[in-house]
């Protein structure tokens, strides 16, 4: 071989090599997304719970989306909006993170999709918050929800509540964006057939005390509704069985997710035949939710009897996440137009039914109404007893009617007498 030959072999040779080096460097491209959940305060538990829930739509996808290498920026709140802004904006600002999953709960949404409104280059999808205004009213171009909110998985609960007698209810719920927004979705219909719920009780996020609420309880009332969530939750529930409660219960979504169900007390019986309602439920009988349940127990050894509402949603906003990257093959530039735009496409079947969003990027989907059961190992599991199909935000009602309704405050709605 001529010294020109050999000359050509080795330009061929290290060409090839840096060919394999630069596929090799591509494959490898890591992309930052930012996760964010409340692992602090009265929502840990159920922050914990949508990280795995997160961590396995990541998982399913074997650490890959786009053709690059995700690595979660897991960041942390404690259910407050200042610290949700604060800890969305270090993943922003000092991690560069290139999309934003997050936050937990319902201030937080409202305060994270107005700061998303400074970062127009960032793309936000939701976490679980479940607040109205997060989508409604004032929505961000960048924050996407696929998960229904907190007004659409009531819809429905008020009229099976009615059929069971439960005509006049005392409420006692936390004083935020989405117990606001749950009891709309209940009352919108419960007022409207003529039930009444004949007085409020706001109580702060965090309160350890319910000494104090649960003293004018009514002695009337043929059942409360609780609007708690975690600890808060937990705590009522066992002060109320100490002071001797014995009132029936309607749950929020929160209410009897599995985060609470499966605390230790007496009251904890009495949660049996309780009615709420939600996105999903734990007897969901398809394939993709046996699936689904299937995957979370074999991964998270350290979960929950079943994935409970913040692991499901977490899910499937990672997923939309993840499967509009796979679709832009990655591509984020041009200030992410592209992949915005695969994201307002997305539709899949997720474990709880079809998951697709409407143009104020918020979710479209079914809502389940269950009541408490006891399983045969003593556990504690919502069962589903009816579904509301396609609930949009207007809670079936015209637009200009909901619109007139107004969203959901401490007095709106009202039907006391």
């Not at 409360?224 to 975690?230: A, D, E, F, T």
């Not at 997710?257 to 309780?274: A, C, F, M």
Request: aromatic share 8%; glycine share 12%; hydrophobic share 40%.
């Amino acid at each position: 071989m001529s010294r020109g030959n050999r000359l050509s072999a080795r330009s061929i040779v290290a060409a090839a090599a840096l060919v394999s080096i630069g596929g090799f460097a591509h494959a490898q491209e890591v992309l930052k997304i930012g996760l964010l959940a409340s692992l602090e305060g009265p929502f840990a538990a159920p922050g914990q719970d949508g990280m795995r829930g997160a961590d396995l739509a990541l998982k399913e996808k074997n650490g890959m989306a786009g053709g690059k290498k995700i690595e979660f920026v897991k960041v942390s709140s404690d259910a407050t909006p200042d610290k949700a802004v604060n800890s969305t904006r270090k993943a922003v600002e000092q991690d560069k993170v290139a999309i934003m999953i997050g936050p937990l709960s319902g201030d937080e949404g409202i305060a994270v999709k107005n700061y998303a409104k400074t970062q127009p280059n960032v793309t936000f999808v939701n976490g679980s918050s479940g607040a109205q205004a997060a989508t409604w009213g004032d929505p961000a171009p960048n924050f996407y929800r696929f998960n229904t909110e907190g007004a659409q998985w009531m819809v429905g609960l008020g009229e099976h509540v009615l059929s069971k007698g439960y005509k006049k209810t005392y409420l006692i719920a936390e004083d935020y964006g989405f117990p606001y927004s749950q009891v709309q979705g209940f009352m919108a219909s419960y007022c409207a057939k003529g039930g009444k719920v004949v007085d409020k009780a706001w109580v702060p996020l965090g309160t350890k005390d319910y000494a104090s609420v649960i003293a004018r309880i009514p002695k009337d009332v043929d059942a409360l509704v609780v609007v708690l969530g975690g600890a808060d939750a937990v705590n009522f529930l066992t002060q109320y069985e100490q002071a001797g409660g014995d009132k029936p219960m309607v749950g929020g979504s929160i209410t009897v997710d599995q985060t609470v169900l499966n605390y230790k007390g007496k009251r904890r019986e009495s949660l049996l035949g309780t009615a709420s309602a939600g996105p999903m439920a734990d007897s969901i009988d398809t394939p993709e939710w046996k699936k689904f349940v299937a995957d979370y127990k074999a991964n998270f050894k350290d979960g929950f009897p079943s994935p409970s509402l913040f692991a499901y949603l977490y899910y499937i906003n990672t997923k939309a996440t993840l499967d509009a990257l796979d679709v832009v093959k990655g591509d984020l530039s041009d200030g992410q137009k592209a992949y915005r735009e695969a994201l307002q496409k997305t539709n899949f079947k997720g474990p709880a039914g079809d998951v697709r969003i409407d143009a104020n990027r918020n979710g479209v989907g079914t809502t389940y109404i269950t009541e408490v059961t006891k399983a045969p190992d003593g556990s504690f599991y919502n069962k589903v007893v009816k579904t509301v199909p396609d609930v949009t935000q207007t809670l079936g009602l015209p637009e200009a009617e909901f619109r007139k309704m107004g969203l959901g405050t401490r007095d709106v709605p009202d039907c006391r007498t």
